[in-house]
């Protein structure tokens, strides 16, 4: 095809109108993921009460009036925390990172492999693996990388959309290698992956006895294709990339297995030259979703700012919120449920005067561990790492009442 | 097949042992699902490497031969010479790691050779993931380890010699301190305060 220039132009023309309606639907303040809201549908009616609504359907959708997408990136997409309720992230809006793309996988044809050091190798099938006992636990996601690469830039989704929150239903890792009978001298897991990447990560055997989940259910459902369809590893509060998505193998081992996963990539270099490796645990970190950056307040008055904590350590114990950029700070309401390693949902009763201010949230968790500032971050690390960015946020309000992301 | 009985039988043989030598570590089965994994079937996947090399497959390469395969099925993404990109640079950035600017390639930031081999073969390349010989994986391999001035061009890598390559930045990695950032609370006075 020729790309000359009135399709370029053509390109440009439809770049704009989106800018637009994006631009549009942050004018709507509350309302701001709007953006998808289309022009070319039908109104709807007037008074609802005088006509026959839809019939029931198979597989439910949301309502059209509903925007808010993830914003996808090729092999991630960023989910809209800022458009979030509670702490459950709809499946459909889960923050995806993948190497080598989503597979298609039958359910039927997938087999999980068990093996290394143990009594009783063993081969399980979709079927075996739901007929064991199953747990059902709410548990946040984060990518190691999120907020670092873009932090200071764009909204909550741009800068920190890598992490999400849902409810998986699966089987403790546990229980499984119990079956197969673990030897002595192991200490850690291999586990394998059945994307075209085979994605593999050694995980401390501890760990794998403890809480891993090997998770077909996700939010009351099958797991969706790009959370690891049929069966992911989940492991709880560590960094996203160790819950090996689409599981075939795990191989019972006595050493880590350095893989590109947990030496290239996933260890963060200090100024000394030294990098840090088996960073698993997520610290302590909360956002403020609203208000935040591309949101626009309507004028003084009343707000309720909202926001998410979380810890891969354990519960949040407290989130405080400041209104004068880290001056002074006052404690959030935490919206129960308040589970462990979980998005913790707070909330605080503020009056906007009208005048520029800078908003701040910093979560303790139950170890008393406290979301950090970025110098603080910096001081300890230096400029040269990337992993496990959980630096205190900054929203700029200004007079006019629209938001920007003020990180310095 | 003939084999087939006598892996039956030895799949039993470690449950004896385990019963009667080591009762500390019997497990017996409780709901008994799935069926026992062969030996086939492990040996068809079980190809994730140990660092000390204990999986690697039979076969061999230099990089002589690893840089026609090189040219053929990397160099695209990685550069004619490994430092071009598009995609991460393989080659260079020794001495860099504790700089402004550090540069982090195989040769100066992975720590395992063995890592380079298992990453190739698993994963690579992108279009044609798991499409290489081991002959190739080892070829390639030892092609990236020569650019790197860790090994030399003629220097066969098979499972014997690559185990056994030490990478510059082997003892490059250190545990994890966190949390290691000092308290706000401690340099904020104020808190309390209102």
């Given at each position: 095809m020729k790309s000359g220039p009135s399709n370029r132009r053509r390109f440009l023309k439809s770049g704009v109108g989106l800018g637009a309606a994006l631009v549009a639907g942050a004018e709507a303040g509350l309302a701001a993921?709007?953006?998808?809201?289309?022009?070319v549908q039908p109104p709807a009616?007037?008074?609802?009460?005088?006509v026959q609504g839809r019939r029931a359907s198979a597989y439910g959708e949301r309502s059209r009036f509903e925007g808010a997408v993830r914003i996808p990136q090729g092999q991630s997409s960023l989910t809209p925390l800022q458009a979030m309720t509670g702490i459950i992230t709809p499946s459909s809006l889960h923050f995806e990172r993948h190497h080598a793309g989503v597979p298609d996988i039958d359910p039927r044809r997938h087999r999980l492999m068990i093996h290394g050091m143990v009594d009783r190798p063993l081969v399980l099938t979709m079927d075996d693996l739901k007929r064991y006992p199953s747990v059902t636990r709410i548990y946040f996601m984060e990518c190691?990388?999120?907020?670092?690469?873009?932090?200071?830039?764009?909204?909550v989704q741009e800068a920190h959309g890598l992490t999400s929150c849902a409810e998986w239903t699966g089987v403790n890792l546990g229980l499984v290698l119990r079956e197969a009978g673990v030897q002595a001298g192991a200490s850690w897991i291999v586990a394998e992956g059945s994307d075209a990447a085979k994605m593999t990560r050694s995980v401390p055997l501890a760990k794998a006895m403890n809480d891993v989940l090997l998770a077909y259910g996700q939010n009351g459902e099958a797991i969706r294709p790009e959370q690891g369809y049929p069966v992911r590893m989940f492991v709880p509060?560590?960094?996203?990339?160790?819950?090996?998505?689409?599981?075939?193998r795990i191989k019972v081992v006595?050493?880590?297995?350095?893989?590109r996963e947990e030496t290239s990539k996933y260890t963060d270099l200090m100024p000394t030259g030294k990098a840090r490796q088996f960073t698993f645990e997520m610290d302590p970190k909360s956002l403020?979703?609203?208000?935040?950056?591309?949101q626009k307040l309507q004028g003084p008055g009343f707000y309720e700012i909202s926001g998410l904590a979380w810890s891969g350590r354990g519960a949040i114990r407290r989130v405080e919120v400041s209104t004068d950029g880290g001056r002074t700070w006052k404690d959030a309401a935490l919206q129960s449920p308040?589970?462990?390693?979980a998005y913790t949902r707070f909330r605080y009763a503020w009056k906007w005067d009208g005048s520029e201010v800078v908003l701040q949230s910093r979560c303790t968790d139950e170890h008393g561990d406290t979301q950090p500032p970025l110098e603080a971050l910096v001081k300890a690390r230096g400029e040269n790492w990337n992993y496990h960015f959980n630096a205190i946020q900054s929203w700029k309000v200004n007079k006019d009442g629209n938001v920007e992301n003020a990180l310095a | 097949m003939w084999r087939t009985p006598l892996l039956k039988t030895a799949w039993f043989l470690p449950i004896l042992i385990a019963a009667v030598v080591l009762p500390t570590y019997a497990q017996s089965p409780t709901y008994g699902l799935g069926r026992p994994a062969s030996l086939e079937e492990i040996k068809a996947w079980d190809?994730?490497?140990h660092p000390d090399g204990r999986e690697l497959p039979p076969g061999s390469g230099t990089a002589v031969e690893g840089a026609k395969v090189y040219a053929a099925?990397?160099?695209?993404?990685?550069g004619k010479t490994g430092t071009?990109?598009?995609?991460?640079?393989?080659v260079g950035g020794q001495?860099?790691?504790?700089?402004?600017?550090p540069m982090k390639t195989v040769g100066s930031f992975?720590?395992?050779?063995t890592t380079v081999w298992d990453y190739i073969n698993r994963s690579?390349?992108?279009?044609?993931?798991?499409?290489?010989?081991a002959d190739e994986v080892y070829a390639v391999t030892a092609y990236v380890l020569s650019l790197n001035k860790i090994?030399?061009?003629d220097e066969a890598m098979n499972a014997k010699t690559l185990p056994q390559v030490k990478m510059?930045?082997?003892?490059g990695f250190i545990g994890d301190p966190r949390p290691d950032w000092e308290s706000p609370h401690s340099r904020a006075p104020e808190t309390s305060k209102q």
């Open positions: 993921d709007d953006a998808k809201t289309p022009a009616p007037d008074d609802p009460t005088k190691s990388g999120n907020g670092f690469r873009k932090r200071g830039e764009g909204t509060g560590w960094e996203g990339n160790i819950s090996v998505k689409w599981v075939r006595d050493a880590p297995y350095q893989t403020i979703t609203f208000p935040s950056a591309g308040v589970l462990p390693i | 190809d994730a490497i099925q990397c160099a695209a993404c990685h071009e990109g598009p995609n991460d640079k393989l001495g860099t790691l504790n700089t402004k600017k992975w720590p395992y050779a690579m390349p992108f279009n044609k993931p798991g499409s290489m010989t090994i030399r061009e510059p930045n082997r003892d």
